[in-house]
């Protein structure tokens, strides 16, 4: 006969390591992005283009288009970096660099300045040129 006053033993807890964790973590998005793609190369199929806001700025957005003229094919990426002169000017610089299977394209920077008389104003067209933007 046992004796009823014995406390059974406890269940062992269990520890999962830190590691274990960022690898369940990384493994699940590699998975999302994974399932996201073939989403992503649909709307890029039958919009021609896909873009992601990056800020306020005008032109201030990632773009990525296909590239689809008589002897040039392929796909196309632009992104910005902003480049601020106070509250009222600013200047967009884009970056353009493409991944062609047929003929070819060499890499460009353009830059677009905008203005505005006050902080709550929409920004106005300024000045535009091929090349990177003076500080």
Do not use: H, K
Not at 67 to 83: F, H, I, K, M, Y
Request: aromatic fraction near 8%; glycine fraction near 8%; proline fraction near 10%.
């Amino acid at each position: 006969m046992t004796d009823s006053s014995e406390t059974p033993p406890a269940p062992p807890t269990l520890y999962r390591r830190p590691l274990r964790r960022i690898g369940c973590l990384v493994g699940l998005l590699l998975w999302a992005l994974l399932m996201l793609t073939p989403c992503g190369l649909f709307l890029l199929a039958t919009q021609g283009q896909l873009t992601i806001p990056l800020g306020s700025a005008p032109n201030q957005e990632v773009r990525l288009w296909l590239v689809n003229e008589a002897r040039v094919r392929g796909l196309a990426l632009s992104w910005p970096s902003v480049r601020p002169s106070g509250d009222t000017t600013l200047c967009v610089q884009t970056e353009t660099r493409f991944l062609l299977w047929a003929g070819s394209g060499e890499p460009a920077t353009f830059c677009d300045c905008y203005g505005r008389t006050s902080p709550n104003e929409p920004w106005l067209s300024a000045e535009s040129y091929t090349g990177s933007c003076q500080p």
